[in-house]
């Protein structure tokens, strides 16, 4: 059975911290991996991932995938409080079905919190 | 560029009700996705069209649950009848079909809060 685990579960930093969220898949036909942020409503796109061993940035946020190892990580330094949210991690496997998409498998999330 | 609407945001029955929630994509956007996301979990994927065809049902309760999208642009999702355990967020999201724009994710709409009493 495809499976997306997420650690650590929550996390309770202070701003100016340094994180590091960990992501394991264990999907058949891998096609991507994405991170997504949700606050109180919809998640809101961070990275996708493809191919190992390149870093993707954005700001205070990197995101490096090992496509070996079966796992992603994504960091964000210097925290914010407004970086408080859950981070989802979510692997695309390949349409089965026909479609040019494939569906995504999201792991349960990391709560992130920074206190002031 | 207008986002992925869903409606209502919130939608509070009492069990063995009916309920429907509405999804209006983005524009252009062929892919359709319905999601179920519990408290505390990541969200599943529920139903997944491609213009006005069904690509994945396969985690669908179909014997409550129902979903179409006619026309290839908006879509309802139904639950009839509803029960205890369905309380949860329902999130829609759309994306183009794969190679055609920029960007190939999926974009998520606000999300339908479900509970059921």
């Known amino acids: 059975e495809d499976k997306v685990v997420q650690s650590p579960l929550s996390l309770v930093v202070h701003e100016g911290d340094t994180v590091t969220l960990n992501c394991s898949y264990e999907v058949t036909n891998f096609r991507s991996l994405l991170w997504y942020k949700q606050e109180k409503k919809a998640p809101t796109f961070l990275f996708m991932l493809?191919?190992?061993?390149i870093e993707k940035k954005s700001g205070r946020l990197s995101s490096i995938l090992d496509k070996k190892e079966l796992f992603s990580i994504l960091n964000i330094t210097a925290t914010q409080t407004g970086d408080s949210a859950v981070y989802l991690c979510a692997v695309e496997a390949r349409g089965y079905y026909g479609g040019s998409q494939g569906n995504l498998i999201f792991g349960k999330g990391t709560k992130l919190s920074v206190k002031p | 560029e207008a986002g992925v609407a869903q409606s209502p945001r919130y939608k509070i029955i009492e069990k063995r009700q009916s309920v429907a929630f509405w999804c209006n994509p983005i524009s252009g956007h062929a892919t359709l996705y319905w999601y179920q996301q519990i408290l505390g979990q990541g969200p599943k994927l529920l139903i997944q069209f491609q213009n006005n065809g069904v690509v994945d049902d396969s985690q669908l309760p179909k014997d409550r649950f129902s979903a179409e999208r006619l026309k290839g642009v908006d879509s309802t999702l139904k639950i009839q009848p509803a029960k205890l355990e369905d309380s949860a967020v329902y999130l829609c999201a759309s994306s183009p079909l794969r190679g055609t724009s920029g960007r190939d994710e999926q974009f998520f709409g606000p999300g339908t809060r479900l509970t059921v009493l």
């Open positions: 493809t191919s190992s061993g």
